[in-house]
């Protein structure tokens, strides 16, 4: 691993991007650096926001940049791997940057989830995708795991429909508890995948989450109320302001169809 470590000080300081591929020894490696943190008043804005609407789940999640997002992506990676989560290996780390092997291998090359649903036509295709993923996020709660921004940007999947995660950059646990940790999960990957089932086909993806979901009745519940709480834009034609009102739209009516 010292070779990695080398590669990592030599080459953090003068990559430009934030993030760029290399290959080393025949191995394709990712190389991330430490970044800016977020704003304060971001935080403080939305966190404002949650408490007038009394929804925990909507906890903003600080990214701190720099050194400590950087340490906390790998010791996140590193904990997920302990419980059989397919993320990738971590092979060097410094407070200027991240070295990560590229998780695909040769013959199984992977996309993002949110993009392989979007090219497939069929239902039956999109929701065997969607339950493959919705699967893999329950076992890591069922092993007291939680992910960090389990959108499907971060979701990628491969042609055997094998799931990995990447994107660890924060800790919810950090702000929030385990049980809304894993809801938090939910929320952010049915907000990412939802709207690409039609309407007729929304039933089948509603039953299909309340029966996943009905041994976690915290992550039911906060969602539900998710729903119920915001309702009201889709009264007011959220839809009309774009593709994330579209989006928005079609959340909220799939967590008005929660049963608690």
């Known amino acids: 691993m010292e070779k990695y470590q080398l590669f990592l000080a030599?080459?953090?300081s003068?990559?430009?991007?934030?993030i760029q591929s290399y290959n080393i020894d025949g191995i394709k490696v990712w190389l991330k650096k430490a970044s800016?943190?977020?704003?304060?008043?971001?935080?403080?804005?939305?966190t404002w926001a949650t408490r007038l609407f009394n929804v925990q789940l909507l906890t903003p999640v600080p990214n701190y940049g720099g050194a400590a997002s950087i340490q906390c992506e790998a010791a996140r990676i590193e904990s997920l791997a302990a419980i059989g989560v397919h993320v990738p290996k971590v092979l060097a780390v410094s407070?200027?940057?991240l070295l990560i092997q590229d998780i695909a291998s040769d013959d199984h090359q992977l996309m993002q989830l949110d993009q392989t649903l979007a090219i497939a036509e069929d239902f039956n295709r999109r929701f065997t995708l969607f339950k493959k993923a919705a699967e893999e996020i329950k076992k890591i709660h069922l092993h007291n795991g939680y992910l960090s921004e389990a959108f499907g940007r971060n979701i990628l999947v491969d042609r055997d429909l094998n799931i990995s995660f990447i994107d660890f950059e924060t800790d919810p646990i950090t702000v929030l508890d385990l049980a809304t940790c894993q809801a938090r999960d939910w929320l952010c990957f049915l907000f990412s995948t939802a709207f690409?089932?039609?309407?007729h086909e929304r039933p089948q993806v509603e039953q299909y989450i309340n029966q996943l979901l009905h041994d976690q009745p915290t992550s039911l519940y906060q969602l539900s109320k998710l729903g119920r709480r915001f309702g009201w834009l889709n009264k007011?034609?959220?839809e009309k302001t774009g593709n994330d009102g579209k989006r928005m739209k079609i959340f909220?009516?799939?967590l008005q169809g929660l049963k608690v």
Request: no cysteine; net charge positive; charged share 30%.
């Open 10 to 12: 030599k080459t953090a």
């Open 14 to 18: 003068q990559q430009i991007d934030s």
């Open 36 to 46: 800016k943190r977020h704003p304060k008043w971001l935080y403080m804005l939305a």
């Open 95 to 97: 407070d200027q940057g």
């Open 196 to 199: 690409r089932f039609q309407e």
């Open 236 to 238: 007011v034609k959220v």
């Open 252 to 254: 909220l009516m799939l």
